[in-house]
């Protein structure tokens, strides 16, 4: 159930790094076990899940979670043994499936009809979830436009909790040699003799403004993890392969390659904002990141959040509670003036010295053909979204 984690730079949230994965004759038996029992097929999101839960990227939690923690976390943003915990974690079901299901001892967890079963889990409870409750208290917003209440509705009113062993997990065909667990991530960070190591999450392309960030942050610590989200996100986000393109060739000629590492981080996006903000430093602190990089909007969508909220929701725990260290910052930007990246915080002058585009601009350069200024994106970067933006 543990791994060793004694070399850790920051102890796993709850002290244990969880490991649902099963070997040798256990998992033996639960391949046995599992072609006796009822067939779930999970959704794209759980089957992410499904992988954070197996591999400990979200310990302590052992398996999906039941009725009385779902509603301690939208009441207290806290596990009931009193940690801290944003965003529920669960399995669900709809009506058919609570029909198929009910009264069974466990059931085997699939990605599609047919196929092998990665997990079995224990059902400790079916409950049927409040989807208004759930909304408010994860996205702050019921209404269906949001990306995440719309994923809300589309998934079972019913919810199956349990504990889970995982038998093996879900099949990638891509980023195969970005992909650690928390436990190798942290052994690579041991290696590296890094003592403190800072995450950076993000489901974009790396612009100017985001390298400075990190750079800023990497000054501090002695390590740096880009940690690009690569679950489901939205559909008009860039392409997870495209994205990983550009992060390649930063990495190859503008990143230390001793102090900076790129990998996959498995999870579904929930655009839920400033829950998600949390949610995902409780994760990278179980990869063993002691410092996360919160900046503007973080995981946000549309205008359903303030663009601080996501580092303000920070104060509303007790010091010390969350274990890692949230790194604020501001939007970034080139200032001719300044001669530099800045942000508001360094930089004195007038807008018009600053080289800032929105997102739409760039997005119409790139798809005209045209690179943004190389004060705003790299002429590497620009030429890879250039390319794709044609080709798709
Ligand atoms: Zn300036």
Not at 378 to 389: G, N, Q, S
Request: aromatic share 8%.
């Amino acid at each position: 159930m543990t791994t060793d984690a004694t070399n850790a730079t920051i102890a796993p949230h709850g002290g244990t790094l969880v490991n649902l994965l099963v070997s040798g004759s256990d998992r033996d038996r639960a391949i046995e076990e599992a072609a006796n029992l009822p067939k779930l097929v999970v959704n794209e999101r759980e089957l992410s899940d499904l992988e954070m839960l197996a591999v400990g990227a979200l310990s302590p939690l052992t398996g999906f979670q039941g009725e009385k923690e779902h509603r301690s976390i939208l009441e207290s943003m806290h596990l009931t043994n009193g940690l801290p915990w944003t965003i529920p974690v669960t399995l669900s079901l709809t009506d058919d499936d609570v029909k198929r299901v009910g009264g069974t001892e466990a059931v085997a967890l699939v990605a599609e009809q047919g196929g092998r079963a990665l997990a079995i889990v224990e059902v400790d409870e079916i409950y049927k979830r409040d989807r208004h409750a759930e909304a408010i208290g994860v996205f702050g917003t019921d209404d269906p436009a949001h990306p995440g209440v719309e994923a809300l509705h589309a998934a079972g009113e019913y919810c199956l909790a349990g504990d889970v062993r995982a038998i093996e997990l879900p099949a990638h065909d891509d980023f195969l040699g970005y992909r650690r667990t928390p436990a190798e991530m942290r052994a690579a960070f041991a290696e590296r003799d890094w003592k403190t190591v800072v995450g950076f999450q993000t489901r974009n392309p790396i612009h100017r403004a985001h390298e400075y960030i990190q750079k800023c942050a990497l000054e501090i610590v002695d390590g740096l993890l880009v940690h690009p989200l690569m679950g489901a996100t939205k559909g008009d986000d860039v392409p997870a392969d495209v994205r990983m393109r550009c992060y390649e060739v930063l990495f190859a000629d503008y990143y230390p390659k001793d102090r900076a590492m790129i990998s996959v981080f498995p999870a579904a996006m929930r655009y839920a904002g400033p829950k998600e903000a949390i949610w995902h430093a409780i994760a990278r602190k179980n990869y063993g990141c002691t410092h996360f990089i919160v900046g503007r909007d973080h995981a946000g969508v549309g205008d359903y959040y303030g663009t601080y909220d996501a580092q303000k929701i920070f104060d509303e725990f007790e010091p010390g509670e969350l274990g890692i260290t949230p790194l604020r910052f501001e939007h970034s930007f080139y200032c001719l003036r300044c001669e530099g990246m800045a942000s508001p915080k360094t930089c004195p002058h007038a807008e018009e010295h600053r080289v800032i585009l929105s997102g739409t601009k760039v997005r119409q350069m790139l798809r005209g053909g045209e690179r943004p200024p190389q004060e705003f994106s790299r002429p590497e970067v620009a030429d890879i979204l250039i390319e794709a933006m044609r080709s798709s």
